[in-house]
């Protein structure tokens, strides 16, 4: 259960302070919020509301780059372009300044960054009245999250806006006429918010040093920093080996220093590691940086107020089966490659009883049962049920798995509450639309495969090789091995395949649909999202019933239930489809449910270079940016 006292929580409105809107009039029947700011209980709670600036959706965006990157398919994989036009701009990579969304998901960074910024001036008011160390101590606590915050911030628009060049923040201003700001460059964004976080390190507690949960760490500031060194250095290709450095300095100290490790505890009942992506998991061992939602308080706010404790993200991301959108669908190409990758057989883990009562090998890794939901995974129990194949849909009626007409057969774990034993989504306390379900932004797994990318440019591959195959161990996977390639038996690896099976493999599956911005950032910097795209767009997929050929035997007893299939012509289940095999017409096409994923997206996305245009309410609003 979740620590009633965690920081987030405390909501802003609740302690009678206001927060302006980022760039819009001051309420002119509110007070001043500096002028209600008189000690050091004052500005924690002003704090308190730069935490809560989390709760924005669009501070992460998950939904959204879901749809940028090769991670997501359309929600309709048989006609992509049909589908809500927001999701269509991202999926098409034809986002211009005016894309619903782009607005709010700047807002929210700036709204962020605001609030730091109101942080840092009530500190700076009350300065001159500490008396005595344990008011310094604390005082300095305080401004180093506060900066933390403004930082972190500004790191994330540099990330995916306008190719770096953003607007500097660097005070509060009461004054609505001093907030008009042009951009600056990409480098200047860098050395400021560099400089916040290296401000903020000295006076931030360690992770074993927290007394609340949900308060930032030396921890989360190492691995912003680490993670904007290893951006700059490799953006659009490049190698910048002085950086990769100092990437290399805190990833290992990140690594080997802070007490973080990979969870690896197996759940007896579930046979899947059981504190990754479940309630049961908030605030575990591997994560470095959470957000803390909840949905016990906050009821009477709306789902859609920003300010709210819970998140929309199990709504979104689960099936309709369960009560979710299915908005958030994994692309073709990432399901198959979660089912292709081979267990560890030597590995006890993957030894387990099956529905008949025999021992057998997993049907699907650790890492699939973990990441998907899968008509195929027979002995991972979801919501109340056995499984994916013997489950009901949240409304009425009954029918086996997941299939859709449209290609909305399986969907994503991680921001589900697959894990509480209750029917559905719908179940859940607050209901489908409220969740309470911590979002984990960054973890060891992606300091790990940072280090590995790292290494492989300093040409160290057995080092590289060591830091996947952790992550590799964790889910019983098979290992690497520097002399034979996973997919080229007998062939070494040298630094250019390892770096494709770091890209395209090891990197995606591990940390897909997660942080910020990670495959967005990571396609762009790799130089690779273009070719990637038309790579992808070239592959054509059948859809199938469950099971398709080629698929282990299922009996009832195995299925753990009646349902052993998936009948109907519904699409339960994929294969790829030889190019050469495919009819020339559209309709054959698609009455045979061939498809393509990623058509057209590649010319795209070379218009926007990957990032975001700074929206055209910035434009209206600030009279020092021009568009």
Known sequence: MKNIKLVYVILLVLLGFSCETYLEEPNPNAPELLESVNNLDDTNRVLNGVYNSLFNHYVLSIEEDNFRTDIGAAKNRLTPSIGQAEHLDYYYQTVTPSTRRIEQRWGALYRGIFTANQALAALDKIELTLSTANQVKAWNEQRA???????????????????????????????????????????EVIAFFRKDLEDALPYLPMPSEVTE???????????????????EATEGGQRDMVLIDKAITLYEELRDNYGYNLETQIDNKTLGVSKMFTTLGDFNKESIFEIPYTNTFGEELDVFNEASPSNRLAWRASHFKFGGQSFMQPAAWLIMAYEKDPLDTSKSVNTITTGDGNLNTRRESLRSSNMLFLNNDLDTPIYSFPNVLNSLPAAAGSWAGLRNNTGDFVAFKKYTNHDLGLASEIATPGGVQQSGKNVVINRLSEVLLNLAECYIYKGKLQESINEINKIRDRWALMPLDLSSQMDNTGVAYDETTLMKRLMYFEKPLELSLEGHAIRVIDLRRWNIAPQRFTDLSATYYKGVDFPRTGRRPITQALARGTNTNVSGGFISDIMTVDASTVPADASTQQAQKIFQEFVGVSGNYNKNAGYLPIPNEEDINNNGYEN
């Open 145 to 187: 999250q506060a900066l933390f915050f403004r930082g972190l911030y500004h790191f994330y628009a540099h990330s995916v806006f306008n190719k770096g060049a953003v607007i500097i923040r660097d005070k509060y201003e009461s004054n609505l006429e001093f907030r008009h700001k042009d951009v600056s460059t990409s480098a």
């Open 213 to 231: 949960l949900g308060r930032v760490t030396k921890g989360a500031a190492k691995m912003i920093l680490a993670n904007s060194y290893l951006y």
